[in-house]
């Protein structure tokens, strides 16, 4: 299957952004890797990182100022780049962003209830999606998830070419997992008549879906179902995205940097399809109240999908725990109980993990690792009483 969508100019940078609520800089992680996977010199701005061709940096997508954004094009123009993407938030596109940097292709993630932005209502950050995808031309091309309705009612208005990709239904790019494990999931990549499995690292359908649309991104680019699918396999995984600790236990641990309601959503629900007794959740709700929101709506999420939950939250001392909730205004405390409480076959999950070491000096990798190394020590020193008793 090819795209209809042709790239105007053979000397200039095709601009790729990519926006949406969740997933946008798993998307363009994933297609940075694809794009060189299939030879190309490309440029990336993203959460995780900043390429211009050469060189790569990390990166931190509320620093894209425009001056910023005009400095790595023109550098990534003479690094020879072809392709060039962007994690572009609606709020960045707000102010002004696409003054600089007006793609010609738009991949939307999806659009959920209104995230930690600074819009004043769902409305009203739909309605600022609905103004980026009207800026494409007749030569643009939209990538839309047909599996949520916010995202796909973008096709409607599109003025260019469509391309979609789902998980659910009929698309021109298709995603159906066949397994799923803590440490990887495999599912079929459908491109046409011409199908793939394909092999990743992190779990859940949200993975998947990120997968799909950096899959479809690429089809715009011509690159083939073969390349892509080795592409997604073999791309480095986000370090907070669903990362699995292991250090000999008999039960997964993972860490993820969910911090929304819909993020932790996604998080557990991905953890619920291969945990076989319970789910234990440690849930961080101190950045929404430093930004002066509800914590009502994590707190559902979580309780509705967690067996067992720890949450961190300064006002600890105030909240009133359950049988199914304990609440504890440290990080490292919080981490430790639900370790202490795991059994065999149950799942552990520590949600909300900072981008950097911000609990006693260490990051929560390796809080965790030296607290599963603890238990297995004391294990072992309870092992040989038992035998003898």
């Known amino acids: 299957m090819q795209s209809d969508w042709n790239h105007s100019?053979?000397?200039?940078?095709?601009?790729v952004g990519v926006t949406g609520t969740h997933g946008k800089t798993c998307v363009a992680h994933l297609l940075h890797h694809i794009l060189r996977c299939d030879g190309r010199v490309t440029a990336a701005w993203h959460g995780a990182g900043c390429c211009d061709g050469e060189v790569t940096l990390g990166a931190s997508v509320e620093r894209a100022r425009p001056e910023l954004i005009t400095r790595w094009l023109r550098t990534a123009t003479l690094n020879e780049c072809g392709p060039a993407i962007m994690e572009l938030s609606?709020?960045?596109h707000a102010q002004g962003v696409t003054s600089v940097f007006?793609?010609?292709?738009?991949?939307?993630?999806?659009?959920?209830?209104?995230?930690l932005t600074s819009f004043s209502s769902a409305a009203a950050y739909r309605k600022q999606a609905e103004r980026l995808a009207a800026e494409l031309t007749t030569e643009g091309l939209?990538?839309?998830n047909s599996d949520e309705p916010g995202s796909a009612s973008l096709a409607s208005r599109a003025i260019g070419a469509v391309l979609s990709y789902s998980l659910e239904h009929e698309a021109d790019v298709s995603v159906q997992v066949v397994e799923r494990h803590a440490n990887e999931q495999i599912f079929t990549l459908t491109i046409g008549a011409e199908s793939q499995a394909v092999r990743v690292p992190v779990s859940g359908d949200f993975y998947a879906a990120n997968c799909a649309a950096a899959a479809t991104t690429a089809l715009a680019f011509g690159v083939d179902a073969l390349t892509i699918a080795h592409g997604l396999e073999t791309a480095p995984p986000l370090a907070r995205v669903l990362r699995p600790i292991g250090c000999g236990q008999e039960f997964p641990v993972l860490i993820d940097a969910a911090r929304s309601p819909e993020s932790l959503r996604q998080a557990?629900?991905?953890c619920r399809h291969f945990t076989t007794e319970r789910l234990l959740a440690v849930v961080d709700v101190r950045p929404l109240r430093q930004r002066g929101r509800?914590?009502?709506?994590?707190l559902a999420v979580a309780e509705a999908a967690a067996d067992r939950l720890i949450v961190i939250d300064d006002q600890a001392d105030d909240q009133a725990g359950t049988s199914q909730t304990t609440f504890?205004?440290?990080?490292?405390a919080a981490i430790a109980i639900a370790l202490a409480l795991a059994e065999a076959d149950d799942t552990v999950l520590i949600a909300g993990s900072p981008t950097q070491a911000a609990v006693s000096g260490e990051s929560d990798e390796q809080i965790v690792r030296t607290l599963l190394r603890r238990r297995h020590e004391q294990e072992l020193q309870v092992m040989p009483r038992r035998k003898a008793a």
């Open 9 to 15: 100019s053979d000397e200039a940078l095709a601009l």
């Open 90 to 92: 609606l709020d960045a």
């Open 102 to 115: 007006k793609p010609e292709i738009l991949c939307v993630t999806n659009l959920h209830t209104t995230p």
């Open 142 to 144: 939209l990538i839309v």
């Open 268 to 270: 557990l629900g991905a």
């Open 294 to 298: 509800s914590v009502a709506t994590m």
């Open 328 to 332: 504890v205004d440290d990080r490292l």
